[in-house]
């Protein structure tokens, strides 16, 4: 007999990046946001979906605009793989690129889901948009994390 995998109900989605994002500059990338602790036994989701809220003060010039999301996790809890900020982190930390579209609206983006780990990680997101995003303009990166049902 043929089994059917189907998936768990996901957690409320929760905000990861919001004011880390405004004003980030063309080729940038985020501070890192709060720590998620996946490792904890409340926790361990397989699975990560995002949802990413932008918006552009002009219509980018370049000809594939897009962010990186990079996940940097801790074995121990407490040392992340560098990133962030000034250090841009490891291209084996990264997610997913995710496309923009040529627009000054504000778009939403939900890109394919990522697995994760069961470690406490950050997300940082990279600009390569070719713009500085706009300040306080709504930008915000969340999370929906779910599971394979069991």
């Known amino acids: 007999m043929a089994t059917t995998f189907k998936w768990d109900a996901p957690a409320t989605p929760t905000t990861f990046l919001n004011t880390e994002l405004d004003t ?11 720590a998620f602790d996946n490792g ?11 949802d990413l809220t932008l918006t552009l003060a002009a219509t980018t010039s370049l000809a594939n605009p897009s962010v990186e999301l990079y996940i940097v996790y801790s074995l121990d ?6 990133g962030g ?6 291209l084996g930390s990264l997610a ?3 496309p923009i579209r040529n627009t000054t609206s504000s778009q939403w983006r939900v890109p394919r889901p990522i697995p994760i780990y069961p470690y406490p990680f950050k997300l940082i997101l990279k600009n390569a948009i070719g713009q500085t995003l706009v300040g306080s303009g709504g930008n915000a990166l969340r ?3 779910f599971n394979e049902a069991t």
């Open 24 to 34: 980030l500059l063309d080729g940038s990338c985020s501070a890192a946001s709060t």
């Open 77 to 82: 809890g407490f040392n992340f793989e560098s």
């Open 40 to 50: 904890d036994a409340s926790a361990r989701f397989q699975w990560a979906q995002a």
């Open 85 to 90: 900020g000034s250090v841009a982190p490891s």
């Open 96 to 98: 997913r690129v995710i």
């Open 143 to 145: 999370l929906g994390l």
